[in-house]
């Protein structure tokens, strides 16, 4: 579980997105960060036991991502992000691959699996793996435990069918994504509770199957 301090400082952020405020709020940003941080320690071995590509060892300090924002090609120049990021996979936050985020933010929190916008090679790969194994695709994105918590993005993709499918193939929509994430909301009192962990560590189990099957995709 988190501290309510945790929170308070991410909305604190949110108000004072400036440097001046954020250097004298330091010490407290350090505290949140460290809790934190313990979180993502309690996650780890857990989420190892159900992913065994997961190091049950890895550095919790390689799973959180940086609180600066790279402003340089930006409009916002808000120079912090007003979350907490963490991200979870086989080659840890720099990994361009599939794997499991949790995002701490007040209001807006999220657990989320797949892949993000893949890159263009992975993203052939993981088209062709949904068309040879469309069977398999759909029965775990409607599996009874997936559907009642989690949704498939389907708000990037392509508005034709890609090159070298059939636009009348009755899964073009799955192979017009150009992303691959599943999402569910979390309401801020879950962490505050004590069986925050548990119920992270099976979020993240119900979405091992997606995770697995893209990571299957682009290692063949």
Excluded: C
């Amino acid at each position: 579980m988190l501290k309510k301090d945790t929170l308070k400082f991410i909305k604190d952020v949110a108000e004072n997105n400036n440097r001046e405020w954020f250097a004298e709020h330091k010490p407290k940003y350090e505290v949140a960060k460290q809790d934190v941080l313990e979180l993502v320690a309690a996650i780890i071995p857990e989420l190892a036991k159900v992913d065994p590509l997961i190091s049950a060892d890895s550095d919790p300090k390689k799973n959180l991502m940086r609180i600066y924002r790279d402003v340089r090609f930006s409009k916002n120049k808000d120079p912090y992000k007003n979350n907490f990021g963490i991200w979870f996979s086989a080659k840890g936050k720099g990994g361009n691959e599939p794997g499991y985020y949790l995002h701490i933010q007040p209001g807006k929190s999220f657990i989320a699996g797949g892949y993000w916008m893949p890159e263009a090679a992975h993203l052939k790969l993981i088209r062709q793996e949904i068309d040879y194994n469309i069977d398999e695709f759909k029965e775990i994105i409607s599996a009874k435990d997936f559907k009642k918590v989690f949704t498939l993005g389907t708000s990037n993709a392509l508005k034709n069918a890609p090159k070298g499918y059939d636009p009348a193939d009755p899964n073009i929509e799955y192979l017009k994504l150009k992303s691959f994430e599943a999402t569910t909301m979390l309401a801020d009192e879950e962490f505050l509770k004590p069986n925050l962990v548990n119920k992270l560590i099976s979020s993240f189990g119900t979405l091992q199957p997606l995770v697995a099957f893209l990571r299957n995709a682009i290692t063949q």
